[in-house]
T-cell receptor, first 113, second 111 residues
């Protein structure tokens, strides 16, 4: 299994809603990542988890809250988002983080109304 | 200030010819580089990597060249195929974990 899966594929939410994005991998990878990608822009790193601990938070607003319940799962909890948060949210994983290739999921297309 | 630059937003190449995608970086601490390919509505797919101890890495039709003194790398695809049409991202890292992506180059391979 060399796949990173993400659910849902598409999500539309209002600014007062609370929702969560989910990411899963069963490759035994111990580093997992959340990226945000706006149209026609490269992916921007949001968070890195290494061995289930948050190791990098790239100054992301607190309305985005990551969670790593175990080594296979990564969640991104969303609350009180703004329309400008609409984007493709990509999850990735790598073996241990140090110079290892990152494998990306298909992304969740988020629209905030 | 962009640390990773891909100065050609788009490139068109005839099928069967060579595609050359360029990437420049400014941070001399970067020592690990990757190329990703991205189709619309999909996540980026890893293509090929190179570390600073090498100046060339080859995998099938894909070859990456690294010129550390010039802070420049390039991806060669030969022969180019219509299925190669996608956006190609160059990414660089100094710690192997935090990658900075370039803006991407859209490659169109014409049949």
């Amino acid at each position: 299994d060399t796949e990173v899966t993400q659910t849902p594929k598409h999500l539309v939410m209002g600014m007062t809603n609370k929702k969560s994005l989910k990411c899963e991998q069963h490759m035994g990878h111990r580093a997992m990542y959340w990226y945000k990608q706006k149209a026609k822009k490269p992916p921007e790193l949001m968070f890195v988890y290494s061995y289930e601990k948050l190791s990098i938070n790239e100054s992301v607003p607190s309305r985005f809250s990551p969670e790593c319940p175990n080594s296979s799962l990564l969640n991104l909890h969303l609350h009180a988002l703004q329309p400008e948060d609409s984007a493709l949210y990509l999850c990735a994983s790598s073996l241990a983080g140090a110079a290892d290739t990152q494998y990306f999921g298909p992304g969740t297309r988020l629209t905030v109304l | 200030d962009q640390q990773v630059k891909q100065n050609s937003p788009s490139l068109s190449v005839q099928e069967g010819r060579i595609s050359i995608l360029n990437c420049d970086y400014t941070n001399s601490m970067f020592d690990y580089f990757l190329w990703y390919k991205k189709y619309p509505a999909e996540g980026p797919t890893f293509l090929i990597s190179i570390s600073s101890i090498k100046d060339k890495n080859e995998d099938g039709r894909f070859t990456v060249f690294l010129n550390k003194s010039a802070k420049h790398l390039s991806l060669h695809i030969v022969p180019s195929q219509p299925g190669d049409s996608a956006v190609y991202f160059c990414a660089a890292s100094g710690d192997g974990q935090n990658f900075v992506f370039g803006p991407g180059t859209r490659l169109s391979v014409l049949p």
